[in-house]
């Protein structure tokens, strides 16, 4: 099973802009996610790189402000995320699949997540 390391979660101001990193301990996966989870709200997707080709998905709710990039080489991904806002609040885990599909059921490993936290 792959093991996956997130980083780069902090607090910041509404508006700026923060890059989340995550760190597969091996090609084990067809695609990896980013997905968050605030309080008191069910786990969602934000954005899903499928690794070759490198075809992406974003939730509806971050799309033209966030963007998924991967390096093959290191297996590593990225999440560059701009214009934050108060409701990006949540704590983000990188997750794997070798199968398809966009919920939580679908994905085979996660890392512990980072949080991120947006004021106002």
């Known amino acids: 099973q792959v093991q996956l390391v997130e980083s780069g979660g902090r607090s910041v101001q509404a508006g700026d802009s923060l890059r989340l990193s995550c760190v597969a301990s091996?090609?084990?996966?067809?695609?990896l996610a980013w997905f968050r989870q605030a309080p008191g709200k069910d786990r969602e997707i934000v954005a899903r790189i499928r690794w070759n080709p490198g075809i992406e998905y974003y939730a509806d709710s971050v799309r033209g402000r966030f963007t998924i990039s991967r390096d093959n080489a290191e297996n590593t991904m990225y999440l560059q995320m701009n214009n934050l806002k108060p409701e990006d609040t949540a704590v983000y885990y990188c997750a794997s699949q070798w199968g398809y599909g966009l919920g939580v059921p679908d994905f085979d490993s996660w890392g512990q997540g980072t949080q991120v936290t947006v004021s106002s």
């Open positions: 091996k090609r084990a996966f067809n695609a």
